[in-house]
């Protein structure tokens, strides 16, 4: 499908939406549609690959007979099913009942079938638990099918996910051979949520733009960024992962064997839900992710928490948009976590570097770590100086990018994205000053393609050019007391126009000689009419 037909996808299903949202409001109703259009992808992909492991045997079913044909075979092979549930589980890594695909429902949803809602129901709790190798414990939890907001009783809430999903089959039904859009339709639908959910998308979701500047760059080679793409990343990691937008771009430059493993860890339950659906919707196996459910800033995932260094878990790239001044609990305990302790604590104001600096702990030595924060990070004083100071003196800050203000739903202010190496040749830092190269938007500013391709050549090369990139040694970093603000490296100011001064002067002179022939001009006219004449100048 090409990139036009996956936007208008996207696009009827947001109206879909738009017109179904009534009395639920926009998170409620974006967790309903976006596990439909889940549904929907995994029933398709499903019935793909049973269609051809099956072949000659696959039911054909008659134009106005709308079934799952494999409710058919089931029925009539009753032997044979755990055979082909077993394949099924080697080559699309996962099994879904016939009754439950998105077929089957949409049938009863069409036809009005008062059982709707307990297969639904059903369905949702099979695939949580018996579909997968891997467990997918409360996938749906944020669907509650008993909502009063569905309706008080059964069968309300029953005909009014009967009336839902129709029209959402409607939308996908000229879509049907396209099921590898509906990954990119669920991408667009969470951009359209998040546009409309104001600081609360913040969330779940890093805009495409800044999200393929930070793939681009964890992706180039580490100690030699020119040479271009690394072949294979073992692991990549984003410890606030939000809906996986930003591991799945990373997967995106990589190609789908390009990297061993994904991991990501949320702490939002609902974002959290996105984020695994979103990666199977895009094709990642359940054993090519890991996903986590916890809090990042104390560490509660069990394989980060090793205690023998040589088992410590790290990776190859790092890529992350943590919540900006993040309050915390930066207890005295914390100062011994070994995340923390050859640096300092965060201020409990603003986790912005114990985020910066739990990821840069599980950084291979030869990864590289792209993250985002607000510029306060690059000049604010006390423990946060103290930890950029020995960032800087141990030469493990690499590059920082100085972003336009507006980019982000969640807020204004301008933003930046620090570059992070354990192990880096330049001793020198590079500053990239890109905050006023955008193109103006309605609600957000926008960086076009030409924009996104300066920032990541001007890394790649280390390139310097007047009022927009600069190579500085830490000597001259030091002397400005280790404050990172873009602007007391380039100059950001308006350039003043160099004024000629002959050349004003006679331009001056010429339009004054054209002033005096027009008004003698003129004058004639006057005269011939009887009227006063108008003053010469100098007269």
Not at 199 to 208: I, V
Not at 415 to 442: E, T
Not at 473 to 495: F, H, P
Request: charged content about 25%; aromatic content about 10%; overall charge negative.
């Amino acid at each position: 499908m090409n990139n036009k037909n996956q936007k208008q996808l996207g696009k009827t299903l947001w109206n879909i939406a738009d017109q179904l949202r009534g009395a639920m409001n926009a998170d409620d109703f974006r967790d309903y549609m976006l596990s439909f259009l889940f549904l929907r992808y995994l029933s398709d992909n499903y019935e793909m690959a049973a269609k051809k492991e099956l072949g000659e045997d696959y039911p054909t079913l008659p134009a106005d007979d709308r079934r799952a044909p494999l409710v058919l075979w089931y029925a009539d092979n009753s032997d044979d099913i755990h055979d082909f549930e077993q394949q099924m589980r080697r080559k699309v890594h996962y099994v879904i009942q016939p009754v439950h695909l998105w077929s089957s429902i949409a049938d009863m949803a069409r036809t009005h079938n008062s059982e709707l809602l307990n297969t639904l129901q059903a369905g949702f709790k099979y695939i949580e638990t018996e579909s997968f190798h891997s467990t997918f414990n409360g996938l749906f939890s944020e669907i509650n099918l008993a909502s009063d907001k569905l309706g008080r009783k059964y069968q309300e809430r029953n005909t009014k996910l009967c009336a839902i999903i129709t029209e959402i089959a409607k939308g996908l039904a000229e879509f049907s051979s396209e099921i590898d859009a509906l990954g990119d339709a669920y991408e667009y639908l969470i951009g359209q949520f998040a546009a409309g959910s104001g600081r609360k998308a913040g969330e779940f979701y890093t805009p495409q733009q800044i999200s393929d500047i930070l793939s681009a760059i964890v992706t180039l080679d580490s100690q030699e960024p020119a040479t271009g793409k690394k072949d294979h990343l073992a692991s990549v990691l984003d410890f606030a992962c939000g809906s996986g937008s930003l591991l799945l771009n990373v997967r995106k430059r990589m190609g789908p064997h390009g990297i061993g493993k994904i991991y990501g860890q949320e702490s939002n339950i609902t974002t959290y839900n996105l984020a695994r659906m979103n990666m199977l919707l895009h094709g990642v196996k359940d054993t090519e992710f890991e996903i986590y459910h916890g809090d990042t800033l104390t560490n509660d995932w069990d394989i980060l928490r090793e205690q023998n260094p040589a088992r410590k878990p790290t990776f190859d790239a790092i890529v992350a948009n943590p919540p900006f001044s993040l309050r915390w609990e930066a207890n005295d305990a914390m100062g011994d976590d070994v995340r923390f302790k050859n640096y300092g604590l965060a201020p409990k104001s603003a986790a912005d570097f114990a985020f910066l600096l739990h990821g840069f702990h599980f950084l291979k030595e030869e990864g590289v770590m792209a993250i985002i924060l607000p510029h306060g990070v690059l000049f604010r004083g006390g423990a946060e100086e103290r930890i950029r100071t020995k960032l800087l003196n141990d030469g493990h800050i690499d590059t920082v990018i100085g972003l336009p203000a507006n980019l982000f739903y969640s807020t204004g202010i301008p933003v930046c994205i620090l570059v992070l190496k354990k192990c880096k040749k330049p001793d020198d830092v590079l500053f990239i000053n890109s905050a006023q190269h955008f193109a103006k938007g309605k609600r957000q500013n926008q960086l076009s393609q030409d924009h996104i391709t300066k920032i990541i050549d001007t890394y790649r090369f280390r390139k310097e050019e007047d009022r927009y990139s600069k190579r500085i040694s830490l000597e001259r970093i030091a002397e400005e007391g280790y404050n990172l603000n873009i602007s007391r490296y380039i100059n950001t100011a308006d350039e003043e126009r160099t004024i000629d001064l002959q050349t004003t002067h006679d331009e001056l002179m010429e339009i004054e000689r054209h002033v005096q022939a027009s008004t003698k001009k003129y004058n004639v006219f006057l005269k011939e009419l009887g009227l006063p004449l108008l003053p010469m100048r100098g007269e």
